[in-house]
């Protein structure tokens, strides 16, 4: 399993919109694409003391191939569509891809 991390910065102003745009829009429409090897996101938000809004999305797939299959070959670029940047303050160009050693599963208590 790969494990896609990507991450974003808002204003406190603008927080909610950027988390309605990725929950109702965004990534929805990557799911409707139904591509081979995507198991689905999360999208995380925290507040940052000096009053910026972080958000994360950690994507899973099956493998790099998957993860071309959704972004193309150069697969570390990040995916911020036009709506979305246009709340976003600053964002990461490139999104970080890990492999998964372990998993919530494997690690819970008997």
Do not use: C, Q
């Not at 694409?33 to 689905?40: A, I």
């Not at 600053?90 to 890990?98: Q, T, V």
């Amino acid at each position: 399993m790969i494990v896609r991390i990507w991450r974003g910065w808002t204003t406190p102003e603008n927080a909610d919109a950027y988390e309605s745009i990725v929950s109702t829009r965004v990534l929805p429409a990557i799911a409707e694409r139904k591509l081979p090897g995507y198991h689905g996101a999360y999208l995380l938000r925290r507040p940052l003391d000096g009053g910026e809004v972080e958000f994360s999305t950690v994507m899973l797939f099956a493998s790099l191939d998957a993860v071309r299959e959704f972004i193309g070959p150069d697969y570390e670029v990040a995916h911020v569509p036009d709506e979305a940047r246009a709340v976003l303050a600053r964002f990461d160009e490139r999104s970080a891809h890990y492999d998964t050693l372990l998993t919530p599963e494997a690690t819970r208590p008997a």
